[in-house]
């Protein structure tokens, strides 16, 4: 079982940017596919983005397209989303997860909050 902590969110004013971190431990992430989600009040929880074990293939939700970048740094054991050009509406809070059968999600961290104020 990997265990995931994410970091570096906070309050940001709509333009601004944000970069999270996600530290796993517990095994390599190398060989595994990592994700983001979010999670807004009162709604259920949507996928932000995904990278692939070869950390070429990436995916993104429609809304963050061209906006945020995932990324991974599999000597760090880490994976990062750059969030760029932020809008009140991407104030969740955000979830790192990793998915290494490549079935399902199965280890989510707790989430870091990010506010855009506007």
């Known amino acids: 079982q990997v265990q995931l902590a994410e970091s570096g969110g906070g309050l940001v004013q709509a333009g601004g940017s944000l970069r999270l971190s996600c530290a796993a431990s517990g095994r390599t992430l190398s060989s595994v596919t990592m994700g983001w989600f979010r999670q807004a009040p009162g709604k259920e929880r949507e996928f932000v983005a995904a990278?692939?074990?070869?950390?070429?293939?990436?995916n993104y939700a429609d809304s963050v397209k061209g906006r945020f970048t995932i990324s991974r740094d599999n000597g760090k054991n880490a994976v990062y989303l750059q969030m760029n050009s932020l809008k009140p509406e991407d104030t969740a809070v955000y979830y790192c997860a990793a998915d290494p059968t490549g079935t399902h999600w199965s280890s989510w961290g707790r989430g870091t909050q990010v506010t855009v104020s506007s």
């Open positions: 990278i692939y074990w070869s950390g070429t293939n990436t």
